[in-house]
């Protein structure tokens, strides 16, 4: 396998075609030029496919500003699709990359969200590690990537999908991207 590098343009543009969690970008290029499943030689792309990529070139781009819950969703894709995410294999981690993929996205509607997400006997997010540390005698906090908010971490997997769903509920993102990130901690 080979290594090649992108611009971020490209890269964000090939994540946000991702159908499938976990699919490559080799499979995310192959879908969308059209080649065969497996490696085939490159000989074998017929020359129709090659006018139509030529076409595909010509065209203008349309560059239509995102709405707030667009954005919020291709960062939260963007986060799906990336390497860091796939490979890490701690549940902790990948519940911190995504609240800041989140956080980074929307600050405001992420601050306000969090007001409404806690447990019964227990605070989820503060912004800073005493208030959520003073909620009991085993809590545990960290404080999440590139936001001045902490969260707590002591939770099994599937509370802190429940947590993350919670939190994207009340921001009011889509059902299937909710979904599909509370599939990633069942």
Not at 18 to 33: H, M, V, W
Not at 70 to 75: A, L, S, Y
Not at 145 to 168: H, Q, Y
């Amino acid at each position: 396998m080979k290594t090649i590098e992108v611009d971020d343009e490209l890269y964000h543009y090939i994540a946000s075609r991702t159908q499938s969690i976990g699919e490559s970008a080799s499979d995310i290029l192959r879908r969308l030029l059209r080649l065969p499943a497996s490696p085939q030689p490159f000989v074998l792309v017929q020359e129709n496919m090659i006018n139509e990529l030529k076409d595909l070139a010509k065209l203008p781009k349309k560059k239509q500003p995102l709405n707030q819950q667009e954005k919020i969703v291709k960062q939260i894709e963007f986060a799906l699709a990336s390497s860091a995410f796939i490979n890490e294999k701690k549940g902790v981690n990948r519940f911190l990359q995504l609240l800041s993929a989140i956080y980074r996205a929307d600050p405001e509607g992420f601050a306000h969200a969090t007001e409404n997400v806690q447990g019964s006997e227990r605070i989820y997010f503060a912004r800073d590690e005493q208030t959520i540390l003073a909620t009991g005698s085993s809590v545990k906090a960290k404080q999440i990537p590139d936001s001045p908010f902490w969260v707590i971490t002591n939770n099994n997997t599937e509370r802190k999908g429940i947590i993350l769903c919670a939190l994207m509920n009340a921001m009011e993102l889509p059902e299937e991207l909710v979904a599909r990130i509370k599939a990633q901690f069942n």
